[in-house]
């Protein structure tokens, strides 16, 4: 079975000093888990080169949360793949919902930073998820299938061991989320897995679960054939509770072997 996979989007919390001693902590509490567990933080974009600076070997993965597709040019307030490149970040982060739906993002733009994500050498996480008024209508697995089909045109097959999927359904994000129930999640994980199978025959892309993930939920998550993670919100912005959550899934997540 392949290691199980953790991390977290600090999103516009922490500053850059805040962040440092965050990934201090994470990772010297973490520091046994390293065979099992792939771990992956996303801070913001002030705090990248601190957190580069402040991570040993590649303990834990380090990404951004969004990257603008072209190398260079005039657009005032992006940030360029080689920008992050130099930085030596491992992950970029696109489409997340909230820059679908409060930076009205569409799925064309989230495929030309995925390709360029690849291009560049970085892993590519692509978010996708349904809004509570497209699954009321029952269209949530049409809408996925349209996320996908459009935000993977042209990646190759060569291209896949650097590509992560995450499902976040919208009504289930931020202070006011519900999480998906467990059935809920699986069948949409398991329709995402059908999708990634119609596109590249034979893949093993990893799919994540992240839309209010907690203490006490995870459990029941990690558990679902389809979910090969979790993408785990204000949940894991303590070191010592993402530690704690991380110990409660990962016997759960191995005994499915």
């Known amino acids: 079975m392949k290691k199980l996979l953790m991390g977290t989007n600090l999103k516009m919390y922490k500053t850059p000093a805040q962040t440092e001693s965050y990934l201090c902590a994470l990772q010297s509490l973490t520091e046994d888990l390293r065979n099992d567990v792939t771990l992956f933080v996303i801070p913001s974009y002030p705090a990248l080169d601190r957190a580069v600076n402040t991570v040993r070997d590649k303990a834990i993965l380090l990404g951004a949360q969004n990257m603008h597709p072209e190398e260079q040019g005039q657009f005032t307030g992006e940030v360029s793949p080689l920008m992050l490149k130099e930085l030596g970040l491992d992950i970029v982060e696109i489409g997340h919902s909230e820059r679908r739906h409060v930076f009205h993002e569409t799925d064309a733009e989230e495929n030309k930073k995925v390709l360029s994500a690849l291009a560049h050498g970085f892993t590519a996480l692509l978010c996708v998820g349904e809004t509570a008024e497209q699954k009321a209508y029952g269209i949530a697995d049409e809408v996925l299938s349209m996320q996908l089909k459009i935000g993977l045109n042209g990646v190759t097959k060569t291209q896949l061991s650097r590509l992560w999927v995450a499902y976040e359904p919208v009504w289930a994000i931020g202070v006011n989320g519900t999480p998906a129930s467990q059935q809920y999640a699986k069948e949409r ?5 059908a999708v990634l199978e119609m596109l590249f025959p034979g893949n093993e892309v990893p799919v994540l679960y992240g839309g209010s993930v907690n203490p006490d939920n995870a459990r029941d998550l ?10 785990t919100g204000r ?12 110990r409660q899934v990962l016997p759960l997540y191995k005994g499915r072997a």
């Open 189 to 193: 994980h398991l329709h995402i897995k």
């Open 235 to 246: 949940a894991a912005w303590e070191a010592e509770n993402f530690n704690k959550l991380i």
């Open 222 to 231: 990690i558990v679902q054939n389809g979910i090969d993670g979790l993408f």
